[in-house]
């Protein structure tokens, strides 16, 4: 998969909080890839200055690039697996 403008990614803070967005802009910063990202449901808490600015620009290496079809169909198998029968 490609990583750039439009790919879907997510990152977790605070141990079990898990923010989904889209990328919508990248740029380079001292060797490092940085995304800036349109939060879907919640923006990721511990915001540090080092690793994820408050100007909204995450390193890449704290995001998780994945495909949400894929994703869903997972959580869908898991839900047959551990269903009642």
């Known amino acids: 998969m490609m990583h750039g403008i439009g790919n879907t990614v997510y990152t977790i803070s605070d141990v079990?909080?898990?923010s989904f967005g889209n990328i919508i802009a990248e740029q380079n910063r001292n060797g490092w890839r940085w995304f800036?990202?349109?939060?879907?449901?919640?923006?990721?808490?511990?915001?540090?200055n080092q690793e994820n600015g408050v100007?909204?620009?995450?390193?890449g290496d704290n995001l998780v690039?994945?495909?949400p079809k894929a994703m869903m169909a997972d959580i869908n198998n898991?839900?047959?697996?551990?269903?009642?029968?």
Do not use: Y
């Open 16 to 18: 079990n909080r898990i």
């Open 36 to 48: 800036r990202v349109s939060w879907i449901n919640q923006p990721p808490s511990q915001i540090t």
């Open 55 to 59: 100007d909204g620009w995450f390193r």
């Open 65 to 67: 690039f994945f495909d």
């Open 78 to 85: 898991l839900f047959l697996e551990t269903a009642p029968r």
